[in-house]
């Protein structure tokens, strides 16, 4: 047939790209040379322009999907409309788009056929699948869904082939709750057998929400959640198979855009990488490092669209999880128990995605005031005397100080609730000094309890053992028995039992009775466990609970690496599904036991963390290292837990671990100032790391930040008044107040406190020179240290670096008003001075808008006791007025000591205030400031306030 005719070589899709067939028969065509000898060439021709025209209708459909994802901002692959139009071979799927079915590793061609999968070893790309689902597998059948009272319910049912692991559920519900306008919850379930769920106070749907933002679609093989107005789905469970056995669930979905935030506790950048990256959730006390599972458990993401809108997705189960990111884009959740609980957040924009996310875990506490200063700590003072001179050098130098921390060291052979009557004799009098001059003190609290002492001799142990308060044995019900700082042994209290608000108490209030802590430092409640298990190192060797049939890749390889056995027993079900809520149980009642004890409003400082936390406590990033490479981390880690709801955190200044150096603890001042939970804390072995310990480069940068961020509190304070109210951080991301600009949503190394303070930390140890490179959104920004303003169209600027005043670039956004107040030494002395405003209007209008929230930073829940002030300030047409929205904190003292207008366009000749002409004012033409003195004449926020300029 070859004679006479021209051969062609055809080439087949292999991973969504043409490649030259070479190990399959080839495919010929033959044009035979004599057309017009062919019988059938009339036939021929219809057929090839038949195919002509359904080729180029097909390019056509595809040019026109194109155009409109590209219309409507989408970033789906164009291979996620055709995926099953490759050669009709359900294998032939681009890399991308390759789920993972061998997740064990070690996969092979025979045990891949095996489980009715593809298999392509042919890949350069990390962390790719050699063996993966083919095109439209799936385990379950899904049922058309019918309309309930909350939403809507379906039916999964099992079909004949099972998966590969060990008891696949046969027949699921799926139950669609219309919670909110803006929020669907999914829950997939066992209907008849009960499974462990989540015990925390997460909203629950009353009545189905009536006017929704979404719409929900069922397939044969899953379902999708889109946007209203959209035609592209948030979440997409159709793409991979559902998996739903005894210890292994999994869910996948596409993503509509690689920009994706969240998933932690990890030690990564800001946006995650979705290019094969795997995220291991099971809390682990070890050093932060990356691929590392870490302190906290947060199965919580939010994706910024290439609109500029935003989504979020929380899949509410505490075991043992991985999620898998890979470049299609594409999410994976795998864990080994509980149930599939989902909620999406369909937004908008990102505010109100954690607006949503916080209603379903509650929003964020209140901080008292106090707890906004400086915190100042290490591992092991030695003793009390040393701790006093360390605290005393640095309030000498000029170092604002307000709460005072004590490691372990001050413990009695490291045994909670007991102080050393040598080291730490006179700690109860140096606490209530302390408190005399408007200070706290935070002493540490680990959950586990010496079980080593002879009986009589240690109380909490005693009595935990008369309570049944400690975690039980799997197999002999007796406290569980491990090894932390306690000499001899550690059990651990059961969070979960309704005996341990007694002991909680009991405990606290009899130490308390003594040393008047302010607040708790609660660490190692992962819980952290010096033996991997039990004292030989292992747990129940036939328990499926220790061993189960598929272990994510955790450090150690093992579920009770350093930690407790999984098969534990707790009053609320095995340690297997507790263990990632531990930190966070024992941060609820720790809560209830301070408030009870103190009647003032809580400050608790959790290591461990789970969504919820940030309704009871905050967290510090652990025990990072000394170096400029996590220093640089921090940034993004802090960004990430104020999307996790919990805005109070901080990382340990200076780092933890190791040794820092001048320039680095200058630059970790400068930048840590500004961490909404400020501490410098090291350990025992490092070098003293406090701003007095390392000379005048060091208390000369911490000096300037941290009087800087006192002055700055008033609008701080509000920003956690507002978190408070509505979930949103207090250190944002830029992508978070600037949505808009696509240019956003890889930065990390710069970030906002509210919606107008920008703040540019020096990062790099190598930086040389009197600038840094900062990328400014479009708009004005006024510089703090100058009157400069920098008009940008959205770009990377050099801002200079104010080394003369030891500090950082800081800058105000234009259209915004922050409230400050005269620094002090602590907060019980700053709040008692005069308060300033300052406006940074717009560059189109000249108006700004601001607001501050007061009252006596102490009382519990004042926004619905009453007793507190809330103000709205407002700039427009030459006129700046102070409007009380709500007042009923009485003996608030609100004077303020001056004003500042900056962005003035044109000239001012007159200043009046309340109706009465004010002749104490300046105004720089050139740098379009108006300074606006108010000491000679009390002016106050309570009094109301216009003040006019006059041209």
């Not at 505010?351 to 092991?380: A, E």
């Amino acid at each position: 047939m070859t004679t006479g005719g021209t051969r062609i070589k055809m080439k087949i899709l292999r991973g969504g790209t043409p490649e030259d067939v070479e190990d399959e028969a080839e495919h010929l065509i033959v044009v035979p040379k004599n057309r017009f000898r062919n019988p059938w060439r009339t036939s021929l021709r219809v057929i090839m322009v038949l195919l002509l025209f359904a080729s180029v209708g097909t390019v056509m459909l595809l040019i026109i999907k194109e155009w409109y994802l590209l219309a409507h901002q989408a970033h789906i692959d164009l291979n996620y409309w055709n995926l099953t139009a490759a050669e009709n071979d359900v294998c032939r799927i681009r890399s991308s788009f390759r789920f993972d079915c061998f997740p064990t590793g070690g996969a092979n061609q025979e045990e891949c056929i095996k489980r009715n999968c593809c298999w392509n070893p042919r890949t350069d790309q990390p962390g790719e699948p050699y063996c993966y689902f083919s095109n439209g597998f799936t385990y379950y059948e899904w049922s058309t869904p019918i309309q309930t009272k909350f939403g809507l319910q379906a039916v999964i049912t099992l079909k004949t082939l099972s998966s590969p692991y060990p008891n696949d559920v046969k027949q699921l519900l799926v139950n669609v709750y219309y919670e909110t306008d803006s929020t669907v919850r999914i829950k997939i379930f066992d209907n008849a057998t009960s499974r462990f769920e989540i015990p925390l106070e997460y909203t629950e749907t009353t009545q189905k929400a009536e006017n929704i933002t979404y719409s929900v679609k069922f397939y044969p093989t899953g379902f999708q959640i889109y946007r209203n107005g959209l035609d592209f789905p948030l979440f997409d469970s159709t793409i991979a198979p559902l998996i739903y056995s005894n210890q292994f669930l999994q869910i996948s979905s596409l993503l509509p855009s690689e920009y994706v935030y969240g998933i932690g506790e990890v030690e990564d950048t800001l946006k995650r990488d979705i290019n094969w990256s795997r995220s291991v959730l099971w809390t682990h006390d070890t050093v932060p490092r990356k691929h590392t599972n870490l302190y906290g458990s947060h199965p919580f993401y939010m994706v910024m669209e290439r609109s500029g809108s935003s989504h979020g997705v929380f899949l509410a189960n505490s075991n043992a999880m991985e999620v898998l990111l890979q470049p299609a884009p594409a999410v994976t959740f795998r864990t080994i128990g509980g149930i599939i609980d989902l909620r999406v957040f369909i937004g908008p924009t990102p505010p109100d995605v954690m607006n949503q996310y916080t209603k379903t875990i509650k929003r964020p506490f209140l901080p008292p005031y106090w707890s906004l200063g400086f915190h100042l700590c290490r591992f092991n003072y030695g003793t009390l005397n040393h701790t006093e001179e360390i605290l005393e050098n640095n309030l000498k130098a000029g170092i604002p100080v307000d709460v005072q921390w004590n490691d372990l060291d001050y413990m009695q052979n490291q045994n909670d609730f007991t102080f050393d009557k040598v080291k730490f004799n006179k700690l109860p009098e140096f606490v209530k000094k302390l408190h005399e001059r408007g200070m706290h003190y935070i002493p540490l609290v680990d959950p586990g309890i010496s079980a080593g002492e002879i009986p009589g001799d240690y109380s909490p142990y005693d009595l935990g053992i008369q309570q049944n308060v400690f975690i039980k044995d799997g197999l002999t019900y007796m406290p569980f028995v491990g090894k932390v700082w306690n000499p001899t042994a550690t059990v651990w209290p059961d969070f979960t039992h309704p005996n341990i608000s007694h002991y909680w108490l009991t405990v606290f209030d009899k130490f308390h009775s003594t040393v008047e802590f302010d607040g708790a430092w609660i660490d190692m409640n992962e819980p952290s466990n010096f033996w991997d298990g039990t004292k030989d190192g292992n747990c129940i060797i036939n328990s499926t609970l220790d061993h189960p049939p598929y272990v994510p890749n955790v450090e150690g390889e093992k579920l009770f690496t350093k930690t407790i056995c999984p098969s534990a027993r707790q009053y609320g079900g095995r340690h297997y599904d507790l263990h990632n809520l531990y930190g966070t149980l024992e941060t609820i009642v720790t809560s209830k036991v301070l408030g009870d004890i103190r009647s003032e409003r809580q400050f608790i400082i959790s290591r461990s963390t789970f969504p919820g936390q940030g309704h009871y406590g905050g967290h510090w990033t652990g025990d990072v290292v000394s170096n400029w490479e996590h220093m640089k981390k921090s940034v993004p880690q802090i960004l990430n837990f104020g999307l996790f709801g919990i805005p109070m955190v901080g990382a340990d200044i200076c780092g933890f671990n190791g040794n820092t150096t001048v320039e680095l603890c200058k630059r970790w001042h400068q930048l840590g100032a500004f961490y909404p939970f400020s501490r410098n804390h090291n350990t025992d072995d490092g070098i003293p790391q406090d701003p007095a310990s390392l000379g005048a480069e060091v208390i000369a940068a911490a000096k300037e930040t941290l009087q800087l961020r006192y002055s700055l509190l008033p609008y701080i304070y509000t920003l956690f008044f507002h978190s408070h109210i509505t979930g949103e951080p207090v250190a944002r991301p830029m992508f978070y107040e600037f949505p808009e600009d696509r240019n956003t949503f890889l930065i990390e190394s710069t970030f906002m406190l509210g919606t107008s303070v920008l703040i540019i930390p020096i990062l790099d140890e190598a930086h040389q020179g009197s600038t840094v490179k900062a990328y400014l959104p479009k708009g004005w920004w006024y510089s703090h240290y100058n009157l400069d303003i920098i008009g940008s169209l959205g770009e990377e600027v050099d801002v200079v670096i104010p080394e003369e005043f030891h500090s950082i670039p800081v800058f105000y956004r234009a259209g915004t008003i922050v409230i400050r107040q005269e620094p002090a030494a602590n907060t019980m002395l700053s709040r008692k001075n005069p308060f300033s405003i300052h406006a940074y209007l717009s560059s189109d209008s000249g108006s700004a808008k601001g607001e501050l929230y007061w009252d006596d930073g102490i009382t519990p829940n004042p926004d619905i006791v009453g007793g507190y002030n809330h103000y709205l300030l407002k700039v427009s047409s030459q006129s700046l007025t102070v409007d009380a929205d709500y007042e009923s904190y009485i003996g608030a003292n609100l004077t303020l000591a001056f004003m500042e207008i900056r962005g003035i366009k044109g000239s001012v000749s007159a200043v009046v205030i309340n109706n009465v002409p004010w002749d104490t004012f300046t105004f720089n033409q050139k740098m379009r400031t108006l300074y606006v003195n108010t000491t000679k004449q009390a002016v106050s926020f309570t009094d109301g306030l216009t003040l006019n300029w006059i041209a």
